[in-house]
């Protein structure tokens, strides 16, 4: 069962930041996610507002850390109205995508680890964000491209 996000401490859910942070400067220190000490307070009053107001999943280890969700897409040609739709939303029963809302990770195998061992008939789609744009998937042709990976 996976485990939840939000009834986590506000301590716990720091950690899970550090770690992620931790992650990064270990496998990609040129990262711009990465936060410095000079931008360090703008850096913690985005995370607090976000972590406090998150709902779906998390998940980490040593190579790799994700906030995920189960969510349901109406409209699958609006990736962005399904992000906006979905949004800080506790997992959704019904749901028919996961919304991958935050990851870092050592490689790329990583996470198709992390999504074989989580995944659902039910699932449909996978939702994400990647540099600034929101990407709506369907698992069938996410399928097709990983195995070409």
Same mark, same amino acid.
């Given at each position: 069962m996976p485990n939840l996000f939000y009834p986590l401490s506000k301590e716990e859910k720091v950690d899970f930041f550090v770690k992620c942070q931790e992650l990064l400067i270990k496998h990609h220190s040129n990262s711009? !996610?990465?936060? $410095? &000490?000079?931008?360090? &307070? &703008?850096?913690?009053?985005? !995370?607090?507002? $976000?972590?406090? $107001?998150? $709902?779906g999943y998390y998940y980490f280890d040593e190579n790799v850390c994700i906030l995920w969700n189960h969510v349901y897409v109406s409209n699958p040609n609006d990736a962005n109205g399904s992000l906006i739709d979905n949004a800080y939303k506790e997992p959704n029963a019904n749901y028919n995508a996961v919304s991958m809302d935050f990851v870092v990770c050592r490689k790329v195998s990583d996470i198709l680890k992390f999504a074989k061992e989580n995944d659902s008939a039910q699932v449909e789609y996978l939702l994400s964000i990647k540099n600034g744009r929101s990407k709506l998937i369907k698992k069938e042709d996410l399928l097709k491209n990983i195995k070409s990976f």
């Open positions: 711009n !996610f990465i936060v $410095k &000490e000079s931008n360090l &307070e &703008e850096a913690a009053d985005i !995370f607090m507002d $976000k972590i406090d $107001k998150y $709902k």
